[in-house]
């Protein structure tokens, strides 16, 4: 008899914390075109940057422009000496980020093979490139790798 209430007695209580665990709400956290100038103000991209229009975003990255809902971007503006890079894109949705950040490090590849040859000082910096998917938004920066990890991270929360 013990050993039947024992039996009954667990599996209420495996019931019970099941269901207490699915009524808590899921969040997604997502990248802001806000948290695009707390990178710019953290003093981990050298020189000046331009900002980059989401229609040349998406040509650069090869990214179909309508799944762009909102985004910013930032290159130097001097790209022969400088690979830094900012771009944080929200899209209209998951896959479109899975699919935006394929993009990224196809062109972070891309840069990187082309830096080797013609401006080996920025190789360090495009090796240390951080790009990141939360929810359906994508953000990929280019700038001091000591720096920029840690920058990033605190972000999206």
């Given amino acids: 008899m013990r050993k039947k209430l024992a039996i009954l007695f667990a599996t209420l209580m495996a019931v019970s914390l099941?269901?207490?665990s699915s009524s808590a709400p899921k969040t997604t956290s997502?990248?802001?075109v806000a948290d695009a100038q707390v990178i710019m103000d953290s003093g981990?991209?050298?020189g000046d940057m331009a900002d980059i229009d989401l229609d040349t975003v998406a040509m650069l990255y090869d990214i179909d422009r309508s799944t762009i809902q909102d985004g910013v971007s930032y290159l130097a503006t001097n790209t022969s000496v400088s690979a830094d890079e900012l771009t944080i894109l929200v899209l209209t949705d998951e896959s479109a980020a899975q699919t935006a950040e394929t993009a990224c490090e196809k062109r972070l590849d891309s840069q990187l093979k082309t830096a080797k040859d013609y401006t080996p000082a920025a190789?360090?910096?495009l090796e240390g490139a951080v790009i990141r998917r939360l929810g359906n938004t994508v953000l990929l920066a280019v700038g001091d790798p000591s720096k920029l990890p840690g920058?990033?991270?605190?972000?999206?929360?």
């Fill in 18 to 20: 099941v269901g207490c």
């Fill in 30 to 32: 997502v990248y802001t």
């Fill in 44 to 46: 981990v991209f050298d």
């Fill in 123 to 125: 190789v360090p910096r």
């Fill in 151 to 157: 920058v990033v991270d605190q972000l999206g929360n």
